[in-house]
Structure formats: structure tokens, C-alpha cells
């Protein structure tokens, strides 16, 4: 049965919903578009495109979120901070891939749980700045706004936000979700074949050893269950991936809104599962409106400054039926704060019954920027927000249910410390993000070891 469209009297806005009603409500960190022809023109082409995702592999992720949401399931959320044009290609797709797949088997072996896997990845093109203008030198410029908006490079040229990028980005996307669901069907998430998922360029690597050694141990279980049973165990061959981006930039989003012959209502489909980052996420602006209207699963960063009684209000807009699935907080507080900030949160929520999947991001409430000028984080802080946010969720009778994480499958130094121990000087050597810090390879497994080992103490 479809859901009736709903009225929402609880609070102060209106109950008619459209895929540009956010358009009256003020928008932060959207770009200034110099030439508005060529800014509609462009958006009448992405109208016209075929979407990226369906409307049933959305519906399937929000019942899998519902799934975590009742302990069931462990969502795994991770990918660049920003995607480049220049970087989809296949090796960073499939090594980003590949590092998933091996976080995920880790997850799925010591929670005992199947695990939610969403990659920020196929469209997470698009971020907000913490400065509309960046200084060098004495040089003002508007700053860059990932690839959807503008260029990195640091001239006036390439800094005015072209709409033509939109289109570049939409087919970038595509290109990648392509390539991962041929991976996928291929059989690239096969269990029987979990050496698929070795990075060429890692050598020697404790972490490596300790997951092999894991790895080899469930192959002699699949072996031994298939040699019992006669047969293979089924679904080792297929997972479900899904596709994750910070839904900024609302022109092109509400462009991929559509309607459906067979669900009632309106769907994203640039992406399964669209989220609000911490900049907008303010209750009365344009990312809320526009996010109250579809039916996708969504998630919304919640930050230090984020009352209990703004998060409750922020329930009442995007989530007013409690409708399971519907919606999941990613708490980014800092290694420093998380103890202060999160549990009136926790409480708050718990208090008043809400259904919400509780997602920890350790890594945007503590990021920072070294004596050589890089933006860093600390494995340390990573490590200890997440530990914390165990313990804190633990304490208040509410379940942390997943982790977003910034990670690549390339060999970058971007976060310090881990277990190479990367100190600043190492930066230097392969800082390849246009953003914000990624794990590698070794600091995400032991991320994913790590919740592991604290959720067995
Ligand atoms: C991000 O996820 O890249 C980001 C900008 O996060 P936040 O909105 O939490 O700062
Ligand atoms: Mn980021």
C-alpha cells in the first residue's frame, strides 16, 4: 500500500512539498551561477537523463538501514571526502573497492552481523567551504567548490562555477556505478575469491598478515561447509553495494528527483542514500525542505553545536511518521568534545522514542592543519572518537549501528600516525586529496579491527 502524503502540522512549514519548493528557503554554500541561461539549459539536459539508481534499490537500503537500526545490521559508509573527474578511472575505483570489501569482511566476521555496505562514492562531487574565498599570496579568489561547481586550480578562471560540470559529473557518475555493478556481478565480491581484493602496491604489512590470516581462516570454513553439504554456499558470490553523496549542490539534486510508475512519490536517483552535511543542516533552510520530500533513506551530519532540541525538531521535519530506515544521524563531534556533546543527544532521542540510525564520522570533528601547512588528522583522535562514541552509546542505551569514514585504496599520507606511524614529514611524500585527509589502506583496516576488538570487550 502506498503511504498517504502527509501533513505536517507539528511544525511551522508548509505541507506542500515540490522538488524546488526548497528554492524559497534560504541556501547556504550554493554557488553564485554567473550566466543563468546556461545554467538553465544545463538543467533541462540533466532533467532528460536516465537516472543512476532505481527506485526498488533505494527501498531495499532503507529496509536494510531499518535493519541496523534494530541491531541487526552494521552500516559501513566510506569513500573520498571529495571525488575528482581526473580521479574516475579504474584503479582508484577498484582499490577503493577493494578496501570495503576488506573492511566489510572484517566487520561481518567479528560483529557477527551482516553489514550495510555504501560507498561515498558515484557523486560525491560537490562541497561545502568553510570560506567562500580563498587567499594566496594576497590573491582573493572564490574558493573551490568541488568538481560538480568549479576547478581547483587556483586561477580566476577556473574558479567561476560552471553548469556544464553538472552534466561532466552526472556521466562521471554513472561511469563509476557502472564499473562497480559489473565488478559486483562479476563476481569481484566473490568470498571464494577474497585474493581479488589485495592491493598490488602493498608489501610487507602486520595488518595485511593479520587479515589474511583471518581470511584464510573463513575460507577453510566455506571449503569445509561446502565439502559437508555437496554444494556451494550460496550468496559468497554477491553483495549489495550501495552509493552515498552529500546532496549540496540542490539544483542538480532536484533534477534527478523523480516520479515512478510503481512507488508512490518522489525519489532522488542520482544516489541510494543522499545526505545533509553539518553547514546546512539547519532545520529551517533549503537542504531540509528538500530533503523532507523524498523517500529516500537519508542522513544528516550532526555536529557540536547541534541542541537536543533542534535534533528532535529535525525529527519532526524529515522523519514526522517515524517511518523505519528513514533516517540515520552521522555524529561528528571531535575526540575532545564527543564526551560533552553526545550524550544530552543520545538521551534526548532515546527519551523521546525516535527511531534514528546513529552513524559515528571520526574524522570531520577532528581535522587540523600541521606546522607545513597540510590539513592533517591524528589516527589517534580518529581512534579515540570512535572508541568513545562506543562507550558513550553503550552508556545511554542507544547502539551505535555504523561508521563514515574517509578512506582511499590509494597509498596516500594524509593522516598522521597509524600503524606506519606516519608523522608530518610523511605528508609530503603522497598528499593527493583536494579536501580533506583520507585513511589508507592500513589505518582503515585497523579502524575496522578496531571496532571490532572494542565491541568484544
Ligand atoms: C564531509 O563529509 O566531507 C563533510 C564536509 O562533512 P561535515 O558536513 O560533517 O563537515
Ligand atoms: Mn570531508
Redesign the pocket.
Given at each position: 500500500m502506498p503511504n498517504p502524503p502527509r501533513t505536517l502540522q507539528s511544525v511551522n512549514l508548509p505541507s506542500e512539498w515540490t522538488p524546488s519548493s526548497w528554492r524559497a528557503y534560504p541556501a547556504l554554500q550554493l554557488p553564485q551561477y554567473p550566466d543563468a541561461e546556461a545554467l538553465e539549459e544545463a538543467l533541462v539536459e540533466l532533467r532528460t537523463l536516465p537516472p543512476l539508481v532505481t527506485s526498488w534499490e533505494i527501498l531495499s537500503l532503507k529496509e536494510q538501514i531499518a535493519e541496523a537500526q534494530d541491531g541487526k545490521r552494521f552500516l559501513l559508509q566510506g569513500g573520498d571526502?571529495a571525488e575528482t573527474f581526473a580521479s574516475c578511472s579504474s584503479g582508484v575505483i577498484s582499490n577503493r573497492l577493494k578496501v570495503l570489501l576488506q573492511m566489510s569482511l572484517v566487520l561481518v566476521h567479528g560483529l557477527r552481523k551482516p553489514v550495510v555496505r555504501v560507498g561515498r562514492f558515484a557523486g560525491q562531487y560537490a562541497k561545502p567551504r568553510s570560506s567562500d574565498t580563498e587567499t594566496i599570496d594576497g590573491v582573493t579568489l572564490p574558493s573551490y567548490r568541488g568538481d560538480l561547481v568549479n576547478a581547483p586550480a587556483f586561477t580566476a578562471e577556473a574558479r567561476v562555477p560552471d553548469p556544464r560540470r553538472m552534466i561532466k559529473g552526472h556521466a562521471r557518475s554513472a561511469m563509476t556505478m557502472n564499473f562497480v555493478r559489473s565488478l559486483i556481478d562479476g563476481g569481484f565480491a566473490d568470498l571464494h575469491h577474497p585474493e581479488y581484493w589485495n592491493l598490488s602496491w602493498v608489501g610487507h604489512s602486520p595488518l595485511a598478515d593479520e587479515y589474511r590470516r583471518m581470511v584464510n581462516g573463513i575460507g577453510d570454513a566455506v571449503r569445509f561447509m561446502e565439502t559437508l553439504s555437496g554444494a556451494q554456499v550460496h550468496n559468497l558470490n554477491r553483495v549489495d553495494f550501495y552509493t552515498s553523496h552529500e546532496a549540496l549542490l540542490l539544483p542538480y539534486e532536484e533534477s534527478q528527483t523523480r516520479q515512478v510508475p510503481r512507488h508512490w512519490g518522489w525519489f532522488n536517483l542520482s544516489t541510494h542514500f543522499p545526505w545533509i552535511g553539518m553547514r546546512t543542516a539547519a532545520v529551517d533552510g533549503a537542504h531540509v525542505e528538500y530533503f523532507r520530500g523524498i523517500r529516500n533513506p537519508i542522513a544528516i551530519k550532526v555536529g557540536p553545536t547541534v541542541t537536543p532540541d533542534q535534533l528532535l525538531r529535525v525529527i519532526d521535519v524529515l522523519n514526522p511518521e517515524d517511518e523505519p530506515g528513514r533516517l540515520t544521524f552521522i555524529h561528528r563531534m571531535g575526540a575532545t568534545q564527543i564526551e560533552e556533546k553526545l550524550p544530552p543527544l543520545l538521551e534526548a532521542v532515546r527519551r523521546d522514542g525516535r527511531r534514528v540510525l546513529w552513524v559515528c564520522d571520526p574524522?570531520?570533528g577532528n581535522t587540523e592543519s600541521t606546522s607545513n601547512g597540510y590539513k592533517t588528522r591524528r589516527f589517534r583522535n580518529i581512534r579515540s572518537e570512535l572508541e568513545q562514541s562506543l562507550d558513550l552509546h553503550a552508556a545511554a542505551g542507544t547502539r551505535l549501528g555504523g561508521v563514515h569514514l574517509?578512506l582511499t585504496g590509494e597509498d596516500v599520507t594524509e593522516c598522521l600516525g597509524g600503524a606506519r606511524e606516519l608523522t608530518e614529514s610523511d605528508l609530503e611524500r603522497a598528499y593527493h586529496s583536494t579536501?580533506?585527509p583520507r585513511l589508507n589502506y592500513e589505518q582503515a583496516l585497523e579502524v575496522a579491527m578496531l571496532i571490532v576488538r572494542k565491541q568484544e570487550q
Open positions: 571526502c574524522m570531520h574517509e579536501v580533506d
